[in-house]
C-alpha cells in the first residue's frame, strides 16, 4: 500500500484541509472495499507535537509521533498561518524531514499556503508553484526564486504539487485519488462531496490587490492617477513626464513596486472595477465596458477572460445575485 502522512506543522495548521484530506482519501479507500478490491493507502496524520489546539481551543489534533513513520509515498502539507517567517522558525526540524522524505523517493504537495512551508525546504527553488492569491505578495518576496502562478488551481513538477487557495485543496485531493486509484473512483468521491471535478483554475476568484506598501511614492502618485481616470485614455509617456521621470525609469520602477507593468496594472485594476459592477448591479456589459474606458468590445472582453478565465457574460451569470435567479 501507499504510504500518505499528512503533516500536522508546529504551531498552526488548518484543521478543513487536514480532516477534508484524511476523509476524502479514507473514502476511496472504503469504497474499493465495497468493491471488493483492497485499499490502496494508508493514511496517517503525523507531526512533532503531541497535541495542537486550534481555533481558540475549540478543536485539537492528536498526530502520531512523525519520527515513528518509516517512509512515505506521499507527503500532504496542510494550509497554514499567516504569521509565515515564524511558521517557518518554528518548522525548521519538520523542513527538514520533509526534505528528507523527498530525496527518499517520496512525493510531496502542498495545500494552500502550505506552499510557504514547502519553499523553506528548497525544493520549489526554479519550480513553479501556486497558493493563496491573498498570498502571493509575501509569498514572492519571500520566495523569488520560485515562479509563482496563483492563476493555477494545481501545479505539478518533478513529483511535487501545490494547489491554489482554501477549499480549492479539494480538487488536489481528488487528483490524487484518481492518480493513485482510477477516474472512476475519483469521479465518484466529487458526487459524494459534490467538489467540480473539472475546475482547473482559481482565476474567477482572485481579487486584485493593487500594492501601495511598496514605499515608492512616485509610484504611489502613478497608481493613484490610474486608478482616478479609469474611463480615460491614459498615456503613460505623459505620465511619466507629469510625474518628471522618463518612461524607462518610470516602467523601471513601476514594475519593482507592484510587480505589473504600467498597461498590466491599468487592465487588471479595470477588469476588478468592472467585476465589482457585473456583481452588484443592473448594468449591462457594454455599460461596464464603457464605464472603464472600453470602447472595443472584443478587447474588453479578451482582457477580462485573460485575467479571470470567464468571459463578462459568464462572470456575471455566475456572481451577479439578481443573474442567478433568473
Not at 47 to 60: H, I, S
Not at 90 to 107: D, F, H, P, S, T
Amino acid at each position: 500500500m501507499k504510504q500518505v502522512t499528512i503533516v500536522v506543522p508546529n504551531g498552526y495548521a488548518d484543521l478543513a484541509s487536514i480532516r477534508g484530506s484524511f476523509e476524502i482519501l479514507n473514502s476511496a479507500n472504503e469504497y474499493w472495499k465495497i468493491m471488493g478490491k483492497r485499499p490502496v493507502l494508508e493514511i496517517c496524520i503525523a507531526g512533532f507535537e503531541k497535541e495542537l489546539r486550534l481555533d481558540t481551543g475549540f478543536f485539537a489534533i492528536y498526530p502520531l509521533n512523525i519520527n515513528k513513520i518509516q517512509r512515505c509515498d506521499l507527503v500532504i502539507i496542510p494550509s497554514v498561518s499567516h504569521y509565515y517567517a515564524n511558521i517557518n522558525d518554528q518548522n525548521k526540524e519538520l523542513v527538514a524531514w520533509i526534505r528528507q522524505q523527498y530525496k527518499a523517493g517520496a512525493e510531496i504537495a502542498s495545500i494552500c499556503t502550505g506552499a510557504f512551508l514547502l519553499a523553506a525546504t528548497g525544493l520549489l527553488d526554479g519550480k513553479t508553484c501556486s497558493t493563496h492569491w491573498g498570498a502571493a505578495n509575501d509569498f514572492k518576496r519571500l520566495f523569488p526564486n520560485i515562479h509563482l502562478h496563483t492563476d493555477k488551481l494545481i501545479t505539478a513538477e518533478q513529483g511535487i504539487y501545490t494547489n491554489g487557495g482554501a477549499y480549492s485543496f479539494l480538487n488536489l485531493i481528488l487528483f490524487f485519488v484518481e492518480k493513485y486509484f482510477d477516474r472512476e473512483t475519483a469521479v465518484r468521491c466529487s458526487k459524494m462531496f459534490q467538489i467540480d471535478i473539472e475546475r482547473t483554475s482559481q482565476s474567477p476568484f482572485i481579487i486584485f490587490q493593487t500594492q501601495k506598501n511598496h514605499g515608492d511614492e512616485l509610484i504611489r502618485k502613478a497608481q493613484a492617477y490610474i486608478e482616478q481616470n479609469l474611463s480615460e485614455k491614459i498615456s503613460f509617456e505623459e505620465l511619466a513626464s507629469k510625474l518628471a521621470t522618463s518612461r524607462r525609469n518610470f516602467d523601471r520602477r513601476f514594475i519593482k513596486a507592484t510587480g505589473n507593468t504600467p498597461v498590466e496594472y491599468l487592465q487588471r485594476v479595470k477588469v476588478e472595477v468592472a467585476k465589482s459592477t457585473l456583481e452588484k448591479g443592473r448594468k449591462s456589459i457594454f455599460e461596464v465596458m464603457n464605464e472603464v474606458g472600453y470602447s472595443d468590445d472584443k478587447s474588453f472582453r479578451e482582457v477580462f477572460k485573460k485575467i479571470t478565465g470567464l468571459s463578462p457574460l459568464d462572470y456575471k451569470a455566475r456572481y451577479n445575485k439578481e443573474s442567478a435567479f433568473t
